[in-house]
């Protein structure tokens, strides 16, 4: 379940900066968008990103013992806390894979359980 949640939020974390980049690219973007996005969405999503890896990763690790998605997982989640201080392009891309690197994780993480 843990795993299942990981992959929804990290799911969300690309899909946000997907269409955050269509927005803005798109001439869609307004100036109070990008402010709620940069300064309420994406800690948000680190938060919840960071809590459930917190609950997934250590106790799958204590079954499986597999360092592999528990180094994923931190891999994944420094690159979108990083992203919370570079450029908005940077930000954009590094976020983007960075997510992708999560659902990596659980997926594997999520397999190593059965």
């Known amino acids: 379940m843990k795993d299942r949640l990981g992959i ?3 799911g ?3 899909v946000h900066c997907v269409l955050f980049s269509l927005f803005l690219w798109g001439g869609v973007g307004s100036i109070g968008f990008i402010a709620v996005s940069e300064e309420l969405i994406h800690p948000m999503l680190l938060l919840l990103v ?6 997934s990763f250590p106790s799958a690790y204590n079954k499986h013992k597999q360092k592999g998605p528990i180094l994923l997982g931190i891999f994944g989640t420094t690159g979108l806390f990083v992203g919370l201080f570079i450029p908005i392009l940077f930000e954009i891309l590094l976020t983007t894979l960075s997510g992708t690197v999560l659902i ?3 997926l594997w993480n999520f397999r190593l359980n059965r």
């Open 8 to 10: 929804l939020f990290s």
């Open 12 to 14: 969300l974390c690309v």
């Open 50 to 55: 960071f809590i459930i890896g917190l609950l």
């Open 104 to 106: 990596t994780a659980h």
